[in-house]
Structures are given as C-alpha cells and as structure tokens.
C-alpha cells in the first residue's frame, strides 16, 4: 500500500470536515419526524440511514488515511457551509426541505471528492476516495429524484417500490442533469485544514 504524502493532508482534512458537517446535519434530519421519524416517506428516510453508515466509513477511510500522511485528524465541520446548515436547519419543515438541505451538503461533498481524486498522491487513497465520491454522487442522484417528486405535491410518489405508471417522465432523469460531474462547488483544498 503507498503511504499518503503530507501534501494530501489539507484536502484530507477538508474531506473531513465536509464528511463530519454531512453527517452531523444528517443527524439532525433524521431526528425530525419528518426526517427520520414516522411522518417521513420511506426512501427518505432510508436514504438518511443508509447515508449515515456510508459517511461513518468515509471519516474512518479519512482519518486512517490522514494519520498515514501524518496529519492530524479533522473533527469538526467544514468553516463554509456550517454557517449555512446552522441557518437553514430551523427552516425545515417538511421532507421537501430536508432533502434539499442534504441535497445541498451532498453536491459539494461529491463535488469535492471528484476533484480531490486528481490531486491525492497516493493510488490507495485515490482509490478510497473515488469510492466515497461515487457514493456521494449516487445519494446526491437519489436526492435529485426524491425532490422532484416531492415538488410535486404528491407524497405518495416517493414510495418503495413507487408505482411506475404514476410517476412523471422526468423522473428516470432528473438524477442525472450532467454529462460530465461538476467540481466547480468543490471546496479548496484547504478549505477545512488544521
């Protein structure tokens, strides 16, 4: 295995620090009712869990490999967006809102991981991290999905498994608005460095 070289350590950390925003505001999300209780449409809901286990992998993998490169590890959340999670957390009201705040959150996470794959030094951890990157892209097509069914008015669309004949054309689409991923949300590199 190639040892991460201390110039990964910044955008190690600041992986990090988006990884630990993510999952704090995923937290909050899925201790409302609407989030993670039993008013929350079911794929919601999942979405939540599943997303937690998944970023819980992430800040090891991130940590593991912060500590390789001889970094310290980052336990608190990104300096950008936190701000932006502590303003819009009080305005969720529904499930609607807590997917477009995780929405929000999921875009520059995967954003920053694409774009963190070219500059990582070593194979192992570009590796890792192109796997973390690519579950962030998948919930973020997830995301997608369930906000524009959500926008509908029609709860009952986000259902598992969703009735196929009731479901609007663009919903097999939506998920996917990009031919090439974006990375121009991407956070700088030393963005959540120590």
Same mark, same amino acid.
């Given at each position: 295995?190639?040892?991460?070289?201390?110039?990964?350590?910044?955008?190690?950390?600041?992986?990090?620090?988006?990884?630990?925003?993510?999952?704090?505001?995923?937290?909050?999300?899925?201790?409302?009712?609407?989030?993670?209780?039993?008013?929350?449409?079911?794929?919601?809901?999942?979405?939540?869990?599943?997303?937690?286990?998944?970023?819980?992998?992430?800040?090891?993998?991130?940590?593991? $490999?912060?500590?390789?490169?001889?970094?310290?590890?980052?336990?608190?959340?990104?300096?950008?967006?936190?701000?932006?999670?502590?303003?819009?957390?009080?305005?969720?009201?529904?499930?609607?809102?807590?997917?477009?705040?995780?929405?929000?959150?999921?875009?520059?996470?995967?954003?920053?991981?694409?774009?963190?794959?070219?500059?990582?030094?070593?194979?192992?951890?570009?590796?890792?991290?192109?796997?973390?990157?690519?579950?962030?892209?998948?919930?973020? $097509?997830?995301?997608?999905?369930?906000?524009?069914?959500?926008?509908?008015?029609?709860?009952?669309?986000?259902?598992?498994?969703?009735?196929?004949?009731?479901?609007?054309?663009?919903?097999?689409?939506?998920?996917?608005?990009?031919?090439?991923?974006?990375?121009?949300?991407?956070?700088?590199?030393?963005?959540?460095?120590?």
């Amino acid at each position: 295995m190639t040892a991460p070289a201390p110039a990964d350590v910044p955008i190690l950390q600041t992986a990090s620090s988006l990884v630990v925003l993510t999952t704090t505001t995923y937290r909050s999300l899925q201790a409302l009712p609407f989030g993670g209780g039993a008013n929350a449409p079911g794929p919601v809901r999942d979405l939540i869990a599943a997303a937690l286990e998944e970023l819980g992998r992430a800040r090891t993998d991130l940590a593991d $490999a912060t500590r390789a490169a001889g970094g310290r590890v980052q336990n608190g959340s990104n300096p950008r967006y936190a701000p932006v999670v502590a303003q819009a957390l009080p305005t969720v009201r529904g499930p609607g809102d807590v997917v477009g705040l995780a929405l929000t959150l999921e875009d520059v996470l995967a954003q920053t991981l694409v774009r963190d794959v070219v500059d990582l030094t070593s194979p192992d951890v570009r590796r890792t991290v192109a796997g973390h990157a690519a579950a962030a892209a998948r919930r973020k $097509a997830l995301l997608l999905t369930l906000g524009a069914l959500l926008s509908t008015g029609r709860s009952d669309l986000v259902a598992a498994p969703p009735d196929l004949g009731a479901l609007p054309p663009s919903a097999g689409t939506v998920g996917f608005p990009d031919v090439l991923f974006p990375t121009e949300k991407a956070s700088p590199s030393a963005e959540g460095a120590l």
